[in-house]
């Protein structure tokens, strides 16, 4: 049945039925837009400097400001694209486009190229390099959110649609193999789970037995050997002395990190001064260790205040999903939320040591055009849903 139009006197048809150029401005939620366009310029002025050093020490592996400049170019229309979706027609095309990631995933084995040990990128022309382990995010929140719509989570039968969304794309993600973005699907499904209403002692149940697996994996093997290096070197990392011992080895990202981040002490050492652009011995400075060269830089003081305002954006995005009445609205809207807070936990928690060393980048903030691309089309969908307000007659559509 195709939708209506707002004064119902013909049907929506085109792109009229997918996209709605009435915004209603003033309800949306300009905290939560400027604190992502602030975290896209800081991204910028930080990736500008890491280039401007590049250039001073002549380094042959270089930075270029301009390039993400330009990705960032093209990828900002999906900003605007996710403002004027309508929530009908994205709930009624959910499945139709987490097959389309899906699909994607399948042909990196076939297309794909080879970086750091991981198979996870489609080359395209223009330069811009296709991440489908990226995109396939923004798929799972919103077939998840389709698949919790009707859903309650009270009945095991009710849990296998959800359940097997989630899982695949970890499988294949994982088989790349690239675990480290596989888990970052973990927690904005649990999170999603929960938000729709399924129980806690059983989301413990699935954490319990999430953990059995993961031992049963490290005692038989079933991990690639890397993997199991960056874990000991993790645990090792503990110990000064070891961390030290192994600076020139498997804790050389490790040790360049704690360096960068001790240096900075109480104000920082300045934008493009810090020994990480200097010396230029941090790996992935750009992306996966951008947070450390940021605490290097601003100093304690900048690092809490990018902890501080990156919790701001992921719980300003919370609490629009709490006051969203429409559930499909409600879910997309609290999934971008968890999106956002478990990158910044995972990418911040490696930079400190907290957690063991995986690629991920710092959505908004890190490098990388396919990441930008999800994150500004989440970002997008949150706000105009959040804006739109849709009328419902959920059950629960009038819930706190």
């Not at 905290?31 to 250039?55: C, K, S």
């Not at 959910?94 to 080879?114: D, H, K, M, N, R």
């Not at 995109?135 to 919103?142: A, D, P, Q, T």
């Not at 940021?294 to 902890?307: N, P, Q, S």
């Amino acid at each position: 049945m195709k939708p209506w139009s707002i004064k119902g006197t013909r049907p929506l048809s085109g792109w009229r039925s997918a996209l709605s150029l009435r915004i209603p401005w003033w309800r949306i939620d300009w905290p939560i837009l400027f604190l992502g366009l602030g975290f896209l310029a800081l991204g910028l002025l930080f990736v500008e400097h890491m280039a401007q050093a590049d250039e001073v020490f002549g380094r042959s592996h270089r930075i270029y400001s301009g390039t993400q400049l330009q990705k960032t170019l093209v990828v900002a229309p999906f900003l605007a694209l996710g403002l004027l979706v309508r929530p009908r027609w994205l709930r009624r095309n959910a499945f139709t486009l987490y097959s389309l990631t899906i699909a994607l995933l399948c042909l990196v084995p076939l297309l794909g190229e080879e970086r750091n040990g991981a198979k996870s990128w489609i080359p395209i022309p223009g330069g811009f390099d296709l991440q489908p382990s990226e995109l396939v995010k923004l798929g799972v929140i919103v077939a998840l959110a389709r698949a919790l719509y009707r859903t309650r989570l009270t009945r095991w039968k009710e849990w296998r649609t959800p359940t097997l969304i989630a899982l695949v794309p970890i499988a294949l993600v994982a088989l790349q193999p690239d675990l480290g973005t596989a888990m970052t699907l973990v927690p904005v499904t649990l999170g999603l789970f929960w938000l729709a209403g399924a129980r806690t002692r059983v989301l413990l149940g699935l954490l319990l037995g999430g953990a059995l697996v993961a031992g049963l994996a490290w005692q038989f093997e079933w991990v690639h050997g890397y993997q199991k290096k960056r874990i000991d070197t993790w645990a090792e990392s503990f110990d000064n002395d070891a961390l030290i011992a192994g600076r020139t080895g498997a804790a050389f990202q490790v040790y360049q990190a704690r360096v960068a981040i001790g240096n900075g002490g109480a104000l920082g050492t300045g934008l493009g001064r810090g020994v990480a652009n200097e010396a230029g011995n941090l790996p992935e400075r750009s992306t996966d260790t951008i947070f450390a060269v940021i605490a290097e830089e601003g100093g304690f003081v900048g690092a809490t205040a990018l902890v501080g305002a990156y919790l701001l954006f992921a719980g300003l995005l919370l609490v629009a999903a709490g006051r969203t009445r429409e559930r499909f609205s409600r879910l997309v809207i609290a999934g971008t939320g968890l999106y956002f807070a478990a990158h910044f936990a995972i990418n911040a928690g490696v930079n400190l040591g907290l957690i063991p060393m995986t690629g991920l980048t710092l959505p908004l903030v890190s490098t990388g055009g396919s990441s930008l691309l999800v994150s500004l089309a989440l970002l997008g969908l949150a706000l105009g849903m959040s804006a739109r307000a849709e009328p419902t007659l959920d059950s629960d559509s009038f819930n706190g």
